[in-house]
C-alpha cells in the first residue's frame, strides 16, 4: 500500500527516475486558502543538490497541481499534484540490476515483486517518494495554522552530535518560525560546523552517517486520539515510518523512562486558569493514547544512507555467487537535514487526521 489516512487520506505515486512522482490527497476540507509561497519553501527545504549534506542531483521539485484547487482555494474534490523528475541517470545503477545494495530494499523488492521492480534510483523505495510526502504535509500544516497548531522539527543530532532538545513544555513562537523556514535546522546553531565536518569527513571517506530529528507539535488541543489502536504514537508512528530510512520513533521521554521511577516520570497536574496543564512533559503530550494538550514531542532516528562508494559484498542473484559491488551515483552522506521537514510534513498530515475523528478540525 502506498496509500495512508482515514479522514484526509493520500496516496503517493511514482518512480525515483520515473517521469515523475505525486500524490493524490482525498478528503480535504473545500474554501482552504492556499499559499503556494509556503508549499513552495517547504518543497525547496527538502529538494537535493543545494547543499554538500546531500546528493547533488538537482530538482526544482514544483508541484504541478492538477485538480483540487481553484484561484488557490481548495475545491472538495480529491487534489492532485506531479511534481517532474528532469535529473534522472538510470545509467548509474547498470551494475546493480542483479547484485542488491547491501543496507536497500533491493534485495526485498526483488522478492516481492519477482523482479519486476524498477530498482533505478531506488524505484518506489526512494527517498525521493518523500516529496509528495512534503507537498501533503504543506497543505494539511495550514489547515492547522488555521487552528492555532505549530508544527516545527530540528536536527537533534548526526552521528554522536547533538543539538539541544526542544523545552518540553514551553516552544516559543519564534523558535518555530525559525526552525520552518531552515535547510539546517538547528536550536542551537553554533552546532552546524561541528556537524557539517563530521558529513564531510564521512563523504570523503565514501561513507554515510545517520541520525535523529526531533519535531513538536504545539497547540494540540487535549482530546484527540483514542486509547490501543488508534492512539496518537501508533498514528504517528505509522506515516514516520513510511519515511525511507526512519527505523526508530519515540514519544516524550521515550526509551528514557524506562530508566525512570514512577515519582520521576510523572508529569504533575496544575491549573494554569481554567486550563489544565503538566509541569513537566515526559508523557510528550500524550496520555492512554490521547491528547493532553501538552506540546506533543516525539524523535525519529534515521539509518545512513546505504548507497556508500565503498566497495562492499553482496551476492549476483543471476549467477547464484557471492561478489562484490562498487556503487555509483549521487547520494546523500547524511539524509538528517533534508529529512526535518519530512518529518514535518508526516506529523501534520497525521494531526490532520486526528483532529478530523473526533470533530476538532
Not at 554538500?52 to 497541481?65: G, H, N, S, V
Not at 492555532?148 to 526542544?166: E, K, Q, T
Request: glycine share 12%.
Amino acid at each position: 500500500m502506498s496509500s495512508w489516512g482515514s479522514a484526509v487520506k493520500i496516496s503517493v505515486f511514482g518512480e525515483s527516475h520515473g517521469k515523475g512522482i505525486g500524490v493524490v490527497i482525498d478528503g480535504l476540507p473545500a474554501g482552504v486558502p492556499l499559499d503556494m509561497d509556503k508549499i513552495y519553501m517547504q518543497m525547496s527545504r527538502r529538494a537535493p543538490g543545494k547543499d554538500k549534506t546531500a546528493t547533488p542531483r538537482l530538482e526544482k521539485d514544483i508541484p504541478d497541481i492538477i485538480s483540487g484547487v481553484l484561484d488557490n482555494k481548495t475545491t472538495g474534490a480529491p487534489l492532485c499534484a506531479v511534481i517532474s523528475n528532469t535529473n534522472t541517470r538510470s545509467g548509474d545503477y547498470g551494475n546493480i540490476m542483479s547484485c542488491p545494495r547491501p543496507g536497500h530494499a533491493d534485495f526485498t523488492g526483488n522478492i516481492r515483486y519477482n523482479g519486476f521492480n524498477d530498482i533505478s534510483g531506488g524505484g518506489h523505495f526512494s527517498g525521493r517518494l518523500t516529496a509528495p510526502i512534503v507537498f501533503a504535509g504543506a497543505v494539511c500544516r495550514q489547515i492547522l495554522e488555521k487552528k492555532g497548531l505549530r508544527i516545527a522539527a530540528h536536527i537533534a543530532s548526526i552521528g554522536n552530535i547533538c543539538d539541544s532538545r526542544f523545552d518540553p513544555v514551553n516552544i516559543p513562537d519564534e523558535l518555530c518560525d525559525r526552525l520552518n523556514v531552515s535547510t539546517f535546522a538547528l536550536i542551537d546553531e553554533s552546532k552546524e560546523t561541528e556537524m557539517r565536518e563530521l558529513v564531510e569527513e564521512c563523504r570523503m571517506s565514501l561513507d554515510s552517517i545517520g541520525g535523529t530529528v526531533e519535531c513538536a507539535v504545539k497547540g494540540m488541543p487535549a482530546g484527540a486520539g483514542s486509547p490501543m489502536f488508534y492512539g496518537i504514537e501508533g498514528v504517528i508512528s505509522s506515516i514516520v515510518f513510511g519515511i525511507p530510512a526512519v527505523k526508530g520513533i519515540e514519544f516524550g521521554a521515550g526509551f528514557a523512562a524506562s530508566e525512570m521511577r514512577g515519582s520521576e516520570n510523572n508529569d504533575e497536574f496544575y491549573y494554569d486558569g481554567d486550563t489544565v496543564k503538566t509541569r513537566t512533559n515526559n508523557h510528550g503530550g500524550i496520555l492512554g493514547g490521547i491528547s493532553s494538550g501538552m506540546p506533543v514531542i516525539f524523535r525519529a532516528a534515521l539509518k545512513p544512507t546505504p548507497s556508500i562508494g565503498r566497495k562492499q559484498k553482496t551476492v549476483d542473484l543471476v549467477k547464484h555467487e557471492n561478489t562484490e559491488l562498487e556503487i555509483h551515483g549521487r547520494h546523500d552522506p547524511c539524509i538528517v537535514p533534508r529529512a526535518v521537514p519530512v518529518i514535518e510534513a508526516a506529523a501534520a498530515i497525521a494531526v490532520v487526521n486526528l483532529l478530523a475523528q473526533v470533530n476538532m478540525l
